[in-house]
């Protein structure tokens, strides 16, 4: 399968977890609907998929809603193949992503280190004027 096409594919198989997950079909009471799905990774062969899973929740409960995704896998397989035809459906395997919030923790620790800076540059020049 050309790659554009398993790219296509990766992004509508995430919107329609990202619904499931949104309109609460995922019966598992790990599964929060504060749980955003980044991307999905099909391979060539269109045998498995990798969901990378997010939140600003806890990490704790991040790893109990991956846990709940992977339990209900074969639900939400047989849910998204009814409503797409493609000749074979990929095994889901869901994976806890924190590169979103690593990336916000970056740029709060940046937005410190430069209020740190701006301050003290400030503080010389205010006891020149002493």
Do not use: C, H, W
């Not at 992004?11 to 504060?34: G, M, Y």
């Not at 999905?40 to 846990?67: C, T, W």
């Not at 209900?72 to 869901?94: C, W």
């Amino acid at each position: 399968m050309g790659e554009f096409r398993l790219v296509r594919l990766g992004e509508q198989l995430r919107d329609e977890i990202s619904q499931l997950i949104l309109r609460q079909r995922i019966k598992d009471p790990r599964v929060s609907t504060f749980l955003n799905v980044n991307r999905v990774e099909v391979a060539g062969d269109l045998k498995y998929a990798k969901v990378y899973v997010s939140s600003f929740l806890s990490e704790a409960q991040v790893n109990k809603g991956v846990e709940g995704l992977n339990s209900a896998a074969g639900f939400i397989q047989s849910t998204i193949a009814k409503k797409l035809t493609i000749r074979q459906f990929p095994k889901l395997t869901f994976i806890a992503d924190t590169s979103v919030k690593e990336g916000f923790e970056m740029v709060n620790r940046l937005n410190r280190l430069e209020a740190a800076s701006a301050g003290s540059q400030e503080s010389p020049s205010a006891s020149d004027a002493d």
